[in-house]
Structures are given as C-alpha cells and as structure tokens.
C-alpha cells in the first residue's frame, strides 16, 4: 500500500482562475433577450434538414448510437455507498467553501473558506472524531492558496495582501504550525528586482522539508532563508512540457509529480530531487484525460483523478487509468469534478459532496460490490443538456426509491462547430420510435411530437396532486394544449424590453413608431438605443417575441407579406451592421442612466434582477413593455428553463410523474438562483425575502452595485414594488415557437435587404413563400 495524500497536491487542469469574486455577476445573470433571440436563431439555423453535424465522426457516431439502450440497464461495476461522515463539533454554512481534503498519515485535513477571508484549517480522525481546528490570519481582502501540509499537521502556502478586491495582490509564502502560527514569512516582491513579472502558480512541502514551486521562470526550490533558485527554466531542451501553468503534486510516496498541459493533452513527469531534474525518459502522456479535471493523491495509486463524471485512478506503469466510481451509477448528484476528495484506499474515499442548497456536506464513499448492489427497474431520463437542478432531482428520487432508479443520457454535443448536435440525435432517437421514458427539452421545439400523442398528458396527475402543488396560473397556461397537458414548466424566466417608466406616457406596450420618436426626440444614435444590436438582432428579437402573429402552425398559415413584419424589417435595418464598442466604452448598461440608451431587451431571472436594473441600472421607475408592436398587445415571453415530459409508451408513468413532483418540492422550488419558482409557494417566498436588506455574500456588508462610475447600494424592494413586479410576471403566459429552417430562411432572405440587395418588400414575399411552403409540408 502507498501511504499519505496530502492537501495541496491537488491540481485542476484548466486555465488560471481568478483569485477575486465580482459581485457585480451575481446580477448580470439574466442574460440579454438580444443576445438570447441571437442565439436561439443561431440554434435553430443549425436544426434544420442539413447532413451530418460539423466535427462529428464515424468513431463518435457509432458511440451514440446505442447510448439509450445502454442507459436502459443498471450499472453495477461502479457504484459506491454515500454517507454523511459526521465530525464532533464542525457544521459548514451553505457560505462554506471545502477548497481541499487531504489524508495525512491517520488524519483527514480539510481546508474551508468560510465568509469574507476567513481560512480555517480542520483535522480530525477517519471516523470523525478528534476535531482540531485553526484559522490563518488575514486582513481586508487577503487570501491563501496552495496550501501544503505534512504529517505534523504544520505546512506552507501563498499568501496574497490585498487593501480591497481592485488592489493587485502582494503575494508572500509563509509556514504555519499545527496551531495555525505563523512561523515564517517570504516576501515574493524581492523576486521582483530579478524578473518584474514573478509569481508562484503552485506550490508543494515534501515530508524532508524540500518545498517546490512552479513560477513565471520554471521549476523552482525555495527555502525562507535563500528564496527561490529556478533548477529548471522553462524553454529547456526535454522539458518542452514545462510551462507557468504547469501544477506540481505530491504523491502518497512522497514523490513530486509535475503535470503540464499542451494542445489539450496533459503530460506527467517526476521531478527527480537529488539529481534536480525532470527527465524525459519519465514523460507520460495522461490517457482519457479533458479539461476540468482535479487530479489527488491517495493511497493505492499514483494517484487519482475526479472528472466531471466519475473518479478513476492512474499509476506510470503501464500509462493506465482506471475508472472506479461513476458518480450517476452511485447516486451522488455531481456532474463536475470533485473540488476536495482524498483516498484512503481505492475503494474508499472521503469528499465534499455539493447539496441542493448550494453548500457541501463531508461524505464517505465506499465501494458497493456489484452482488450486492439492489436490483431496481430502470427509467431513462434524456435530455440535450441536464442542468443542476434536474441532476439533482435525478439523485433525491434514486436515493429515496427502493424500486426505481432514472439513469441520465444528455444528448449533448457541445462544440464550437455545431452545438446542436444534441438536440439533432434527440429527435431522431424520438423519430425513430426510440423514445426515453423521462425527456427534459430546452429550446427545441416539442409541440411535433405532443401533437402525435408520443407524450403522456400531465394533467389528470396534476389535478389529483394540485392541492399539494399549486402552480402560477400563468406558467399552468404557458404548460397547457387545448385541454392537455403534456410537459411541465419547474422554473421559468421572462423575455421582454424594459424602458424608464417616464418614456412610455402611462402605456402597456409602445409601437415601432413610438420608439423611433423617442430615440430622435432623446437625439440618441440606434447604435446604442437598444443597447448594442445590429439589424440581425432586432429582426431576431422581433420574430421570438411574435412569432405567433406571423405562424399559425394549427392551420398552416403565414403572415410575413404583412405590413407588420415589413414595418420590423424597416425598423431593424435603421441598427447599424456593425458595431463600435470602443465609442461606449463596451458597457451599454451604464447609458441607461443619463438616458443615452433608452431601451433594454432582457431576461428577468429573479426579482433581485428587477431590483437591480431598477436602481442601479435606469436609477428610477421602469416599465416592462414587452418588443414594441403595433397589435397593442404586451409581447413579453415565457422562457421555460426547461420543460419535462413522460414518454406515452414508458411502462413507468406513475414512477415518472413522482420524479416530476420532486421538482416542485419546496427543497427546489426555495432555491432558484437564475429564474422564478413554478409554484405558487416557492414564488411567494422568494419575492418575501426580497423585503429583507440584502448584503454581500463575500464581503457581508450592504450590497453595491458598480455601472460606469455610479456605485449603488441596494436597497430592499417595497411591497408595492413586489406587487407590481408580481402582476406583472403573472400576465405573462406565452411561450414561442422555435423552428430552424424558418429561422435559416429569415436569415438568409432578410441579409439580401440588410446589403441593399433587394426591398423590404421583395425579401417580406420571398419569405412568406418559401415559410409557407415549409409550414404547408411541415407544420
């Protein structure tokens, strides 16, 4: 048996992150419904009719070919049992940050970022008992990583000083003992006079004392009493591999790894410590391994590697890695790599396991043998990309039911050539008859296959449950056909435009007409009066929000040789085609304020999105007016975050639909972050708490909010403002209609007028021709 992870020797292989947190994102994630209308055009031009996806190959495609039927039989080879490791006296807050576990000799040690700057270290034994804890010092906004520990509990780290999150960090290394005290101090700014851009991008303590850092130059040895000598520059013949994002890790033998990535492949090599060098001879290319991934040391191994669906293990004799445990067969609900993990053994693991609450719990994982794992009937759950809150739905139902167990399958194909290549493989999968019991879609569209009876109508098991689950009206609209009721709604956004209050003289909804009178009444340029859009946007945004005026898919009728949609191709080609970020600074939001841009399409994510666009953003009274029209009617839209439905031909409906309910259990529907709560519960309390000041998560004093050079602080909503917020979101209660090849043909014909080509007139015919066709064969 190998001996002692430790701490530090951890490694993400990914690009360097950030070190500061920008409070600022915490608002701006509802993204632009100009930048979402781009996209979902951009989707569909990329669903239509066409060949096979760019990027694809034979290889891939033979993969997937079988991917729901695989997904159709339970898994046994990798499960694992996960279970609460209780610690005497340690309770982590949903603040709480477990940056890394390590196992040292008879001990677990854990690193917890704790609120604003507070570093607590804690050790306890295998079995949670024997808690010790210390807290490293710091001041303002300073911070520690790389921590790296030996078995007397005492180590190294970088420390960064910083006066506040804009300030350029002081970065020193210092040693600790047991305690938390601070024994030693190296001030990495002496380095400076040598080389002006020096810094420590990983740091490593081996139990002889000899400490290693990877810097700006190479490979390094330090010591507190001579600093840094780089032993090995980067650059050098045989070590090509060596870059300053290269990571070191300390294996439970006590050897020092150096792990490199170059062109997307990752290289391991050994730091051979009496000689001073990394031989070539040693160099191993890493199999299996992507971006993301956190390699750790422990006992059994080399050492270990957590990806973003499984933990497997790797030794350099024979370049093998090995899979040990599948997160989705064990039920863990992960579906990135683990931040803290250690090993005790191959087949036993202690980790921090993130929650539905959005904290971390300490878990042990122990290897099941595939005799003893429970037999359970299968359901297929598929989808072109499960979010969070589905996964974790996925887990609560697997973990509580001892007959059922959903297994995931994403369709997703994520590449920068073709990222509908999910949705692509998804409808044939349907198509074919192929059909998964659970489906989770996104923007696709589902109404092709609701309307040939290939899903199982929700409503009957709605209506026995609805004394339980009570859900907005709106959204229980947006959900419904006719009489049917074929996919739920979890959670949902709203598109729309918003303008100051003052602009719209008391009116619901602004014409095209209206808008043009404003900008040239504010004498604003079209560059910026929509924030930044060009011509394809404001089309875009024109036909997401009203496609229903021009499609009516029931009857098979187009309207887009109608006056409306000439008057929008006119309207959209006043925008510029291109765009001159440099004149605005690149930030459209702060032109709002002193009235410069006076118009913002949006996705409301949340009331705390409202509140900040109101006060931070336009600084008073706004109005949601929906995409300006002149059919006098608010063409604001629901975007579902996604909408689930049950196969017609799954032999499990019942067990499906109480995966469904899972979703609207308050444990979800309280913890929406990027969009509104389905239920009428879960809205109710998220608009409460918006009565309460609400203070920053990192910081914990009042929350600001910085645009251009006018700090906000912001201040909690009134009830009169929830109220209108409120019936505002319930009037909302249309969804769109995506489809590619109508989107590559408004493209594509509308470009001919944007270049001068032809006249509005002339593209608005060719496009109701060739859609009417399509719908006509199609629709």
Request: aromatic share 10%.
């Amino acid at each position: 048996m190998i001996g002692e992870p430790i701490a530090d020797k951890k490694m993400f292989i990914k690009e360097r992150e950030k070190t500061t947190i920008n409070m600022k994102g915490i608002f701006k994630r509802g993204i632009s419904l100009i930048i979402t209308a781009t996209m979902i055009m951009s989707v569909l031009t990329g669903c239509g009719k066409g060949g096979a996806a760019k990027g694809s190959s034979d290889s891939k495609d033979s993969k997937d070919e079988n991917i729901l039927q695989e997904a159709s039989t339970q898994k046994k080879d990798y499960v694992f049992k996960s279970e609460d490791l209780v610690v005497e006296g340690l309770e982590l807050s949903p603040e709480d940050f477990v940056s890394n576990i390590s196992y040292i000799g008879d001990r677990i040690y854990c690193s917890i970022i704790s609120g604003h700057s507070s570093y607590k270290y804690v050790s306890f034994d295998t079995d949670g008992g024997n808690l010790t804890s210390f807290t490293l010092p710091t001041e303002n906004a300073d911070f520690y990583k790389y921590e790296s520990f030996i078995s007397d509990g005492s180590g190294v780290a970088c420390y960064y000083q910083k006066q506040n999150e804009n300030d350029t960090a002081k970065q020193s290394i210092v040693s600790f003992d047991n305690k938390g005290n601070i024994t030693q101090t190296y001030d990495c700014s002496k380095m400076l006079e040598e080389d002006d851009s020096f810094f420590v991008n990983s740091l490593i303590e081996l139990e002889n004392g000899t400490i290693l850092a990877i810097s700006d130059r190479g490979l390094e040895t330090f010591s507190f009493d001579e600093g840094f000598k780089n032993v090995i520059e980067i650059g050098k013949p045989g070590v090509e591999y060596l870059s300053d994002y290269s990571q070191l890790l300390k294996s439970a033998t006590d050897c020092a790894f150096v792990c490199s990535q170059v062109d997307n492949k990752f290289y391991v090599q050994i730091y051979d410590i009496e000689k001073g060098e990394l031989s070539p001879n040693d160099t191993a290319e890493l199999p299996g391994v992507e971006p993301g991934t956190l390699l750790f040391a422990g006992a059994g191994h080399d050492f270990y590697l957590s990806s973003e669906d499984a933990i497997s293990c790797y030794d350099r004799e024979p370049n093998k890695t090995v899979k040990l445990l599948d997160y989705l067969d064990s039920d863990l609900g992960i579906k990135n790599a683990l931040d803290a993990v250690c090993a005790l053994s191959y087949d036993e693991f202690i980790a921090a396991i993130p929650d539905s609450a959005g904290g971390v719990s300490i878990k042990r994982l122990t290897k099941v043998p595939a005799d003893q794992v429970k037999e359970k009937k299968i359901l297929t759950l598929a989808s072109t990309a499960v979010d969070n809150t589905i996964s974790s739905a996925v887990t609560k139902f697997n973990q509580e039911n001892d007959e059922y167990k959903i297994n995931l399958v994403e369709y997703v194909e994520m590449t920068d050539e073709d990222w509908s290549v999910g949705m692509q493989k998804l409808d044939k999968d349907i198509v074919s008859g192929n059909i998964p019991d659970i489906m989770a879609f996104g923007t696709q569209p589902i109404e092709k296959y609701s309307d040939k009876g290939l899903f199982v109508d929700l409503k009957p098991y709605y209506e026995k449950d609805k004394d339980k689950i009570e859900l907005l009206p709106n959204v229980l609209k947006a959900m419904t056909t006719g009489d049917k009721m074929y996919a739920l709604i979890p959670d949902f956004t709203v598109g729309t435009v918003v303008t100051k209050k003052k602009f719209t003289d008391g009116k619901d909804v602004l014409t095209l007409k209206d808008c043009d009178d404003l900008i040239k009444a504010k004498n604003t340029s079209y560059e910026i009066a929509f924030g930044f859009a060009t011509p394809e946007d404001i089309l875009g945004l024109g036909i997401t929000c009203a496609t229903t005026n021009y499609i009516d898919l029931e009857n098979k009728k187009c309207n887009f040789d109608s006056d409306n949609f000439i008057e929008l191709l006119e309207f959209a080609n006043r925008f510029p085609k291109e765009l001159n970020y440099q004149k605005y600074d690149s930030e459209s939001e702060k032109w709002f304020r002193p009235d410069v841009a006076l118009f913002e399409p949006l996705t409301i994510s949340g009331f705390d999105y409202f509140r900040a666009h109101k006060q931070a953003i336009f600084g008073e009274d706004i109005a949601f007016i929906g995409f300006p029209n002149d059919e006098g009617q608010n063409e604001s839209l629901i975007y579902p975050a996604s909408r689930i439905a049950i196969s017609a031909k799954s032999p499990y409906p019942d067990a499906a639909w109480e995966f469904l309910k899972i979703l609207l259990d308050d444990e979800f529907q309280n913890n929406k972050y990027f969009s509104f709560p389905s239920t009428k519960a879960g809205f109710e309390a998220d608009a409460k708490s918006m009565l309460e000041q609400p203070y920053d998560d990192y910081t914990g004093e009042k929350l600001t909010w910085t645009v251009g050079d006018v700090t906000t602080e912001i201040k909690p909503l009134t009830q009169e403002e929830i109220d209108e917020l409120t019936d505002y979101i319930l009037s909302v209660d249309r969804t769109t209609i995506y489809d590619g090849e109508i989107g590559t043909i408004i493209l594509e014909e509308a470009a001919a007028y944007f270049a001068g080509q032809k006249s509005a007139e002339e593209v608005a015919k060719i496009i109701q021709s060739r859609v009417q066709i399509y719908v006509s064969e199609n629709g």
